[in-house]
């Protein structure tokens, strides 16, 4: 009985129920991953070896890589040895590489009918790893391990316009519906169409040290770490950049909100966007931005039109080649020829597509598939 003089049912527990009964513990998930034995575990072994004093180094050894390029090198690497093994060569210390493993690799690699893009990483990652284990020479030239050495060669002519315009997709209208979702990102949407920026060099630019009046300084998340300036002309330009400091708390600030690292933000500026229908299954990538930034840029310096916008036929070769000189520069790109990637060649006269992109994703506010 209680205190009130009413009976009490007792409260029966089964064993092991009461309040500090522990609860049975969950096992944990099995390991799924599969372990490497013997050889290739020696050799994946002495690879980490070498890349635990080499990863972060340019091939130069005068500046440190980024990220993406160390997970490229140790990707690829482990995967060359994973072949070799398979293979049945089964090279036990990375510092054996020898011309055999090379001309099995180039034959592997070869036969999946690989890219040029994808066998010229390979290929320059391998170069690399050589030079770290004594061996600066042992690549060479890439084109004398591949049976069909055009295979090797990488084909930068543009057929048609890349841009968002040359797609018929309106670039403002797509701003508006990504400042909906995160005006940060919409940001530097606009920054990529107004200075040609890559989608990193965006995120990473510092608007309160970048902007020196005349030129934007780009200096941070270049590609090969190369800086470059970029010339302000416009009202427009200046109006983007004051923009961005306001969204910059400290003069030494970058474009990235605090609660972010630069990996977390990078997956979430490509989440908005695929949200957004910017993505490659609708027909339309935010680098369509630094084709228009070329296309325009070279109409601007040439007095005509782009040859994949239909112009360049009758335009003399002087004029279109300081236009590409300047187009290039400012792109941060050393080469010349790489704009004919953007803007074509004089002797191919381009035109829109529009079949690539549906209307549906890249102007109206429809979800993505």
């Known amino acids: ?43 994946l072994a002495s690879l980490n070896r070498v890349l635990a004093g080499h990863l972060a180094c340019a091939a130069n050894r005068k500046k440190v890589v980024g990220h993406a390029t160390r997970a490229d090198r140790r990707s690829v690497l482990s995967q060359c040895l994973r072949d070799l093994h398979a293979a049945g060569y089964h090279i036990e210390d990375v510092r054996h590489l020898a011309t055999r493993h090379l001309q099995v690799l180039a034959g592997l690699w070869e036969t999946r009918g690989y890219s040029a893009s994808t066998l010229q990483k390979r290929f320059s990652i391998l170069n690399t790893f050589c030079g770290w284990i004594g061996k600066p020479d042992l690549v060479g030239d890439p084109r004398h391990w591949l049976a069909d050495p055009g295979r090797f060669a990488r084909h930068y002519v543009a057929r048609y316009d890349h841009s968002w315009v040359g797609q018929g997709v309106d670039p403002e209208a797509v701003f508006q519906r990504v400042a909906a979702r995160d005006p940060v990102v919409a940001l530097q949407l606009r920054l990529q169409a107004a200075f040609g920026l890559r989608a990193q060099e965006a995120m990473l630019l510092r608007p309160h ?19 470059r300036q970029v010339p302000i002309r416009t009202e427009a330009q200046r109006q983007l950049l004051a923009a961005a400091r306001t969204l910059a708390p400290q003069p030494h600030s970058a474009l990235i909100p605090e609660a972010y690292r630069l990996r977390s933000w990078i997956q979430h500026y490509y989440y908005v966007l695929r949200s957004c229908g910017i993505h490659r299954r609708a027909g339309l990538v935010g680098h369509g931005l630094r084709h228009g930034y070329a296309n325009d840029r070279y109409e601007e310096l040439a ?47 381009g035109s829109a597509r529009t079949d690539r992109v549906r209307p549906s994703d890249a102007t109206t506010g429809a979800e993505p598939d």
Not at 1 to 28: E, L, Q, W, Y
Not at 213 to 223: D, H, I, R, S
Not at 336 to 345: D, L
């Open 303 to 349: 007095g005509q039109p782009s040859p994949v916008r239909g112009g360049g036929a009758n335009l003399d070769r002087t004029i279109d080649r300081a236009a590409r000189l300047q187009v290039s520069g400012e792109l941060g790109h050393a080469r010349e020829r790489i704009t004919t990637a953007y803007s074509g060649t004089a002797g191919r006269r």
């Open 1 to 43: 009985m209680n205190d009130t003089g009413k009976a009490v049912n007792p409260v029966i527990r089964p064993p092991g129920t009461g309040s500090r009964a522990r609860k049975p513990s969950v096992p944990a998930a099995p390991d799924r991953r599969v372990p490497y034995h013997g050889k290739l575990a020696r050799a």
């Open 209 to 227: 040290q970048a902007d020196r009046g005349a030129v934007l300084e780009v200096n941070w998340g270049t590609k090969g770490g190369r800086p």
